[in-house]
């Protein structure tokens, strides 16, 4: 069965350092992988995706991800944080049944 | 403007009493999704609907209910056999490719 895993639950950093946040997959196949984020009570918006060719992927807000096949992970990248980014985060994994696997999410917190 | 709109925002609602939670979209998207999101659980998938008249139960559709009579439309019951119904819920469609999602803002269901 597909899964997600965010190892992170929290993370804290300051305003213009660089990020990263975690996400591996477990399936078989090459997977569809997706970024999102939500701000608190609001829905979630899709910051990028992978479907196939180029690993590195450009998305939304400045944000980056890289597809690693054979390390399982979708790890997502920032160069320089800003205070607007503080949300949650949120990865997920597709596969040809119409449906998403999520992971729990990393909550972001920027510091001034 | 083309989008998916849920209502209300927030829902109050009695011990014992069902309620229904609007999803409306003019994506023109044939599948539609019910998640609940719960702090530190992610989103876990409630029922989908990929075309009209037809739906799936996910993974936790013990105590809720669907239709899909219109392709614009896709309402939630929560119903009084649901235990913990308190929780933010989320709506969403996928336009059919790569299973890629788009979310609606969201209702808050509290029960008092």
């Known amino acids: 069965a597909q899964s997600v895993t965010q190892p992170d639950i929290h993370i804290t950093v300051s305003e213009g350092a660089s990020l990263e946040l975690r996400c591996n997959y477990s399936?078989?196949?090459?997977?569809?992988l997706f970024w999102y984020v939500q701000s608190p009570g609001q829905g979630l918006q899709l910051l990028l995706k992978?479907?196939?060719?180029?690993?590195l992927v450009q998305g939304i807000k400045g944000f980056e991800a890289e597809f690693k096949r054979s390390q399982s992970s979708f790890n997502l990248r920032k160069p320089s944080v800003h205070w607007s980014d503080a949300a949650e985060y949120f990865c997920?994994?597709?596969?040809?049944?119409?449906?998403?696997?999520f992971g729990t999410g990393t909550r972001l917190q920027v510091f001034p | 403007d083309g989008g998916i709109t849920q209502s209300p925002k927030y829902l109050f609602r009695k011990e014992g009493q069902n309620v229904t939670l609007s999803c409306e979209q003019n994506?023109?998207?044939?599948?539609m999704y019910w998640y609940r999101q719960d702090p530190g659980q992610g989103l876990r998938l409630i029922y989908y609907?990929?075309?009209?008249?037809?739906?799936q139960k996910g993974d936790i559709a013990e105590g809720y209910s669907v239709s899909r009579e219109k392709k614009e439309s896709f309402p939630l019951t929560v119903t009084s056999a649901q235990k913990n119904p308190t929780a933010f819920y989320l709506c969403?469609?996928?336009?059919?490719?790569?299973?890629?999602?788009?979310f609606g803002p969201g209702t808050r269901l509290t029960v008092l």
């Open positions: 992978y479907f196939s060719g180029d690993t």
């Open positions: 997920a994994v597709g596969d040809n049944t119409d449906k998403l696997i």
């Open positions: 609907s990929q075309i009209v008249n037809d739906f």
């Open positions: 969403a469609t996928n336009r059919g490719s790569y299973n890629e999602q788009f």
């Open positions: 994506l023109n998207h044939d599948a």
């Open positions: 399936y078989g196949a090459t997977p569809y």
